[in-house]
């Protein structure tokens, strides 16, 4: 039985045997084939029927072969038109194959002849199908991928934090409208600029180019940039460097997340650690003085358990002290009124000072102190002295601290290029492991080893001397190496603050 959705071959000429001949052969092939015995019933079967191919005589009374391929080009461009044409008629068959027949085939032709040319016609519909069923594959592709563009746009646009995307150039690539909202200069559009035309705050532009060029140092912890925007905002910026399949920099991605309330809590906390200290500052003073003078008055009365009992209760009250002392401090620098009177001081000789007052507890622990100073006379630095002191002060007793007995301290001056003052503390102590490196400034953070278990301390004086140290615009280093020792680099700039 025919299948009625099957394409079908027609056979249009007006030789009965021909069509007979082609209809039979063809349908043996498993073909659909209707025929037509001139160029007008044929056109309209084709109306009719769903054919792929059209056999066609060339010389037909009424409408002529050519004729009937022109329209079938016209109306149906997708079917094949194989023209038969007659005996030596060349010009026929050349006309015909400009007119847009797909082949010939001459009278009279052998059944094998048509069963190669319909062949052919067949498997270049084959090969049409299926390069369109590509196209329509890519095209279903393309649009699934136009989805899922969209979709993260979508997702990146409505993120709470601000994304920014630059490439190597320092040109942004994508800004989210968080971002825009907490960087851009204007309302304008910021892609394809470059980032100092469209962000205003410079050190964060530097920050950026730094990160999409992969300039920073690659670490356990993400570099981040903080920036200050009006009414007291606070963002902070984390950006990662865009790698390509080679590893090489490609850009940068930045996050920006707004960390106002963590200050705010941060001040708070402050404040209250700063509060609650001054009001323990006063009676732990008298608790030790009074603590004191019963050590003292009681010399010889009491039995060496109990003095030995008070002598203890007197060093932790000094340690609580201590620590109070260096909370406060430490509350005052961050909050930003620690009054600092600036003078112009030599540091040679602040340092030699300091030297000469802690000596007696490198004595104790049979260590020596070297002082290097340059042959020409150091600039001065414009400075808080007392701030000076407490920076060599923490940095001079910690290298006596965690330098065992016999070790060596040295501490060298000298000027740099610049002008600014550079200040080395090198020690040949126990030395400090790399993890522990970018630690060591934050409050409270101390390390605990056999080397260091048995040594007081609070975990605050690195932080102090960080904050003052950046408070005058200069910068603090360490380099360490365990059993070897530490060398603390401090550079103020002389002349200046
Ligand atoms: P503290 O000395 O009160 O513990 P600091 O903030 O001054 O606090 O130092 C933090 C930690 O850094 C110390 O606990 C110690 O482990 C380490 N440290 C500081 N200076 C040195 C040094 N010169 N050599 C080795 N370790 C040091």
Redesign the pocket.
Known sequence: MENKDAKKILVIDDERDIRDGCARILSRLGHGVITARDGQIGLEKLEREDVCIVICDIKMPGIDGIEVLSRVKDLYPSIIVIMITGFSTVENAIEAMKTGAYDFISKPFTPDQLRIVVKRALDNILLTEEAEELRLERERNLADLQTEQSRIRTIIETLPNGVLVTNMAGQVVLMNPVSQDYLAKSHSSCVGRNIESCIEDQGLCDYIREVSTCTLEPGEEMHTYELVLPEQRYILARGKPVLGEDGQCMGAVVELSDITALKVFDRLKSEFVAKVSHELRSPLSIIHEQLAMVIKGSQGDQDDKSQYILGRAKEKTQSLISLIGDLLDISKIEAGSAEQETVSVQLEELIEKIIEFVHSQAQAKDQSIEFNLPQEKLPPVIADPIALESIFG??IT??I???PDKGTISVTLDARDSGDIRVR?K?T????EKR?LDK??EKF???KDDN?RF?????????I?KSLVESMAGQISVE?EPQK??E?TVILPAGRH
């Open positions: 923490n940095l910690n290298a601290k965690y330098t503390i020690d102590g126990f030395g400090i522990h060591i400034f953070y101390r390390i260091t040594i007081n301390g609070t975990g605050l004086g690195l932080p001397v360490s020792g530490s603390f």
